[in-house]
């Protein structure tokens, strides 16, 4: 009774959270953490774990789509976790590689036109690893509607490292004029995957850091972060939704900010600037009212009527 009291309500939850949201992030990112711990405490093996984190990820993708999400890029292996002991390591590769190969054939991939690429310092993965990112790859390549990233053997700083060290060598060898260096051309150097900065960062098992995951893309664009409890296996739909619902608080949090700080500069503008504020002022109030944002903004006042021209009468002498 007690089971189907709880899952009635988690029900109902979930369709309150959904009638309030009003559109999604484009780009997630998830670190999907707790998996081992899972296991754990169920009394299994590592390995099970990840099998288990593997079923929500499957599940992730359809939540994706049900949002319109349009990117997604998982931390399914870092530099750090070729510390782990060798069995487990590669019982993880296998996994890997079967999922690569099953994403990469399955008939909804190409019914959504699903672009699979992996990014991180691919070379160190096994060759089995590698050739599977390499199927996956060409069998989505023509794709654009959606974009599923898998950071294998990434590290955020390894690759911010990698672009300094290519723009410095190109630079000392005359290649690059220093004040060619901008946006783009950094990141041309970064490893190629994320087509969209990061909007919302997902990290399960309770541990509340992004461990340098996509600090370009992430940290550039000031990503809401949502850190919750929950193991990767455990990871729910509703919990998805409490994620999303943090990074539309978070965007609405922005627009008030950065339409509040206008409105002082305005008010701060001279005599001078008064006509050309005066239209500013209209816009912001227009665009707040669209966004159903709430400001104190000052009433519009009438501009000033053009002066007429000063007539001059000759007369005869």
């Known amino acids: 009774m007690h089971g ?14 959904e009638r309030e949201l009003d559109g999604a992030p484009t780009h997630v990112a998830v670190i999907q953490d707790g998996n081992r711990r899972y296991a754990r405490r169920s009394g299994d093996e590592a390995t099970d774990g990840h099998r288990a984190g593997a079923e929500t990820t499957e599940r992730m993708l359809h939540w994706c789509n049900e949002l319109d999400v349009q990117e997604l890029t998982l931390y399914a292996f870092s530099t750090e976790n070729f510390e782990r002991p060798p069995a487990e390591r590669e019982q993880l590769f296998d996994l890997i590689e079967r999922k690569l190969r099953e994403f990469a054939d399955r008939e909804e991939v190409h019914e959504n036109e699903v672009r699979i690429r992996a990014i991180g310092e691919l070379a160190r993965l096994p060759p089995r690893v590698r050739e599977a990112i390499d199927y996956a790859d060409r069998r989505t390549a023509g794709y654009d509607e959606f974009h ?3 950071a294998l053997a990434y590290g955020g700083r390894a690759e911010l490292l990698s672009a300094t060290r290519d723009l410095a060598g190109d630079v000392a ?3 690059l004029d220093p004040t ?16 969209r900065a990061v909007d919302l960062i997902i990290r399960t098992g309770g541990d509340e850091r992004t461990s340098n995951f996509l600090p370009w893309h992430a940290n550039g664009n000031e ?3 949502f850190f919750c409890s929950p193991y990767w296996p455990e990871f729910r739909r509703v919990d998805f939704l409490r994620a999303v619902r943090t990074y539309q608080a978070r965007e609405a949090s922005w627009r008030r900010t950065r339409a509040e700080r206008a409105v002082a500069l305005l008010r701060a503008v001279g005599d001078a600037e008064l006509g050309d504020a005066r239209r500013v002022l209209r816009r912001v109030r227009e665009r707040a009212e669209t966004d159903g944002t709430e400001l104190d903004l000052p009433e519009p006042e009438p501009e000033d009527p053009p002066e007429a021209p000063e007539t001059i009468t000759e007369t005869a002498d």
């Open 4 to 17: 189907w009291l709880r899952r009635r309500a988690l029900s109902l939850y979930e369709r309150l959270l």
């Open 148 to 150: 599923l990233n898998i």
């Open 173 to 175: 060898a005359g290649d």
């Open 180 to 195: 060619d260096i901008d946006v783009a051309e950094v990141e041309s150097r970064l490893y190629e995957g994320p087509a």
């Open 223 to 225: 990503a809401a972060v």
